[in-house]
């Protein structure tokens, strides 16, 4: 009894983690588990949204097996894929929160990105005075809303760790954000690759149930770009779809596609890549890997096609080429393993010869990831408890 009051004592922070997809949790997974099992830091996972939506594959499951359960749960109807649902969204969300954190005292919120979700529990959290700690700032991606709601999460911090020196200098140059308030990080995703152990390539096909795979293998990953229509998006998406039947008939591709974020249009977006996937016997819908299965097949791929932030910032560390389709990660910082192409079919082909060319990967080799840098989630405790 007295040694469970004496660490009662010493516990002097209370630490807000929000996670609200499965892709922030994959990427801030590390800090997150180590925070956890510091017991002089009180941690609350903060899980929201779609982590509990069929659609996406249930990815609190993910949270559960790393054997995270005690944390607070915030969920909502995502069935509805309209751009005015997010207001609805935001607004329930906003709603529980205050309910939660009126009642709660927290010291700092961690939070990751750039998602309307994390927006809305920024603004919270601004005004119960919990003062926010924000993972990659200073990214610019003119394709997507997620560009002005990174913007607004900056404004409402106290503290910025930044990918890299790039990322940094944007802060100050564009958001005004003081230099003794940023910090140096790197990608927190990449500390997680390093302590991944990878299967071998046959392991990996037979845990993921894929069949028939002699092929070279290409990830597709295709979210909407917010900024544009509906009828925009899907016009894109199918001509990538057009193109994914090329490299599929001309050059033995299997492709895996993969589910798009909780964003505007999503459910269009999946009927088509369900479709797709019917259609083409060498394609494949799965609907949620995990992030270690996820960075294991990236592992073992041949190339990425989409617009996802993974093949902008953890491709590199695989040396596995992207090729970047249309505008939603447009100004994002990248190596030299992705290539940014157009929508339009012969651009896109032309892009993919360049980019799956023997020379252009020789190039990718020779260069490292720009978002890897030697600060760990170790490192940020430290910081933590030195604030």
């Known amino acids: 009894m007295k040694k469970e009051v004496f660490l009662r004592k010493m516990i002097f922070k209370k630490i807000l983690i929000p996670t609200v997809a499965r892709s922030d949790f994959g990427i801030m997974k590390n800090i997150i588990k180590t925070f956890y099992n510091d017991k002089f830091i009180e941690t609350k996972l903060l899980v929201v949204g779609s982590h509990f939506s069929k659609i996406f594959g249930s990815t609190v499951s993910e949270i559960k097996n790393e054997g995270i359960i005690n944390f607070h749960k915030i969920s909502y109807d995502i069935k509805k894929s309209k ?12 709603r529980k929160l205050n309910n939660y954190l009126k ?13 309307y979700e994390m927006l809305a529990i920024a603004i919270a959290c601004k005004l119960f005075k919990i003062k926010i700690i924000h993972f990659c700032g200073g990214s610019i991606t003119k394709g997507a809303l997620d560009e002005y709601y ?19 200098n944007n802060l100050i140059k564009y958001n005004g954000v003081e230099r003794k308030n940023i910090f140096l990080y790197g990608a927190p995703a ?29 990830i597709f990953t295709y979210h909407s770009e917010t900024t544009l229509s509906k009828k925009e998006n899907i016009n894109q998406l199918n001509e990538i779809l057009s193109f994914l039947k090329i490299i599929i008939k001309q050059f ?43 960075y294991n097949l990236m592992k073992i791929s041949d190339v990425m096609i989409g617009n996802s932030s993974s093949g902008i910032i953890e491709a590199k560390t695989f040396n596995l080429p992207v090729l ?20 339009k079919l012969k651009k896109l082909i032309k892009n993919f010869s360049l980019l799956t060319s023997v020379k252009y990967k020789k190039k990718i080799k020779r260069s490292k990831n720009l978002y890897e840098l030697k600060m760990n989630s170790k490192l940020f405790l430290k910081f933590i408890k030195k604030i």
Request: with cysteine; aromatic share 14%.
């Open 83 to 94: 751009f005015d649902r997010t207001l609805l969204y935001i607004s329930d969300l906003m």
């Open 103 to 115: 009642t709660r005292k927290y010291d700092y919120c961690i939070i990751l990105g750039d998602r």
């Open 150 to 168: 990174r913007n607004c999460i900056t404004k409402l911090s106290d503290y910025h760790f930044v990918e890299t020196k790039y990322h940094y």
């Open 190 to 218: 990449l500390e997680n690759i390093k302590s991944l152990s990878f299967l071998d390539k046959n392991s990996l096909i037979k845990k993921i149930n894929l069949k028939k795979f002699n092929n070279k293998i290409a």
């Open 252 to 294: 033995n591709y299997k492709i895996i596609v993969t589910s798009p974020n909780a964003d505007s249009y999503y459910e269009q977006i999946i009927q088509l890549k369900i479709n797709f996937c019917k259609e083409n016997s060498n394609a494949v819908y799965i609907s949620h890997l995990g992030i270690n299965n996820y």
């Open 324 to 343: 970047n389709c249309g505008n939603r990660q447009f100004g994002r910082y990248c190596s030299n393993n992705v290539i940014t192409s157009e929508i």
